[in-house]
């Protein structure tokens, strides 16, 4: 199943209109007809089914004969991870991170961060590929903080989950039923080098718990997907 993503402006008095990259998914790699059947998603819970009725050049448009409103996955995970150095590796987690669920993704500079190179534009074409592979109806947000605090101030979570190395596994486990039991839980995994130890007291003062994701120490982008993927099948 294919899925298409057309943002709610693009959506009006029953007609979808899909334009630049997700016209030419449609009509150039699917090679959609005039006449065919498909699904749009509109990035903020709208799912529609339609039928095409032109292909032109720049767009594929779309009658549109159903729609639903899906909601919100509850309880949010929203993953908060350091930026790392290497672009295929930071964009790997992010792709990853949709994929297994994070509503929001904040990327932020931390004492350790090694270099920034993060483009914007990229990971919002991540972001759309991983939700429409997903089939999820959801665009998840991805916002860009330059320090942790900056990060942590911003986001309003009821519950802060820490992955840290350090920490013994067998003391490090996650409570599954506080996490039930927020609304949002921001998950952080720090960049390459690791969090500092003032960052750790930092997290640790604003009330957040430290979770082992096991004794090997893993890449970050490891720890993100090993994070996320813990709650796959809880909720
Ligand atoms: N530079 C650090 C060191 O040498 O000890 C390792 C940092 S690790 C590559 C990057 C991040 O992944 C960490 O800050 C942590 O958030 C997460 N991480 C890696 N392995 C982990 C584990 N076994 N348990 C919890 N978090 C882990």
Do not use: W
Not at 117 to 139: C, F, P, T
């Amino acid at each position: 199943m294919n899925i298409y993503y057309a943002p709610p402006s693009q959506i009006n008095n029953g007609f979808a209109e899909l334009l630049d990259q997700e016209a030419i998914h449609a009509s150039k790699v699917m090679r959609a007809r005039e006449g065919d059947s498909l699904t749009i998603v509109d990035g903020q819970g709208g799912r529609y089914e339609g039928t095409i009725g032109r292909i032109t050049k720049q767009s594929v448009q779309v009658e549109i004969t159903e729609r639903e409103h899906i909601r919100r996955k509850s309880p949010q995970l929203m993953l908060g991870m350091g930026i790392i150095k290497k672009r295929d590796r930071l964009e790997f987690a992010i792709e990853k991170a949709i994929e297994l669920g994070a509503a929001r993704i904040c990327l932020f500079r931390s004492e350790r961060t090694i270099k920034e190179n993060v483009r914007m534009d990229r990971l919002e074409s991540i972001a759309i590929s991983a939700m429409k592979q997903s089939l999820q109806s959801y665009l998840c947000e991805i916002d860009l903080f330059y320090s942790l605090d900056e990060m942590l101030d911003t986001i309003q979570a009821d519950n802060l989950l820490v992955a840290h190395e350090k920490v013994e596994a067998s003391g490090g486990k996650i409570d599954f039923e506080s996490v039930r039991s927020s609304h949002q839980n921001l998950l952080l995994v720090g960049p390459e080098g690791g969090f500092s130890s003032e960052e750790i007291d930092d997290v640790v003062n604003r009330g957040a718990s430290l979770v082992s994701l096991g004794s090997n120490r893993l890449r970050a982008e490891t720890a993100a997907v090993a994070f996320l993927s813990q709650f796959l099948t809880q909720f």
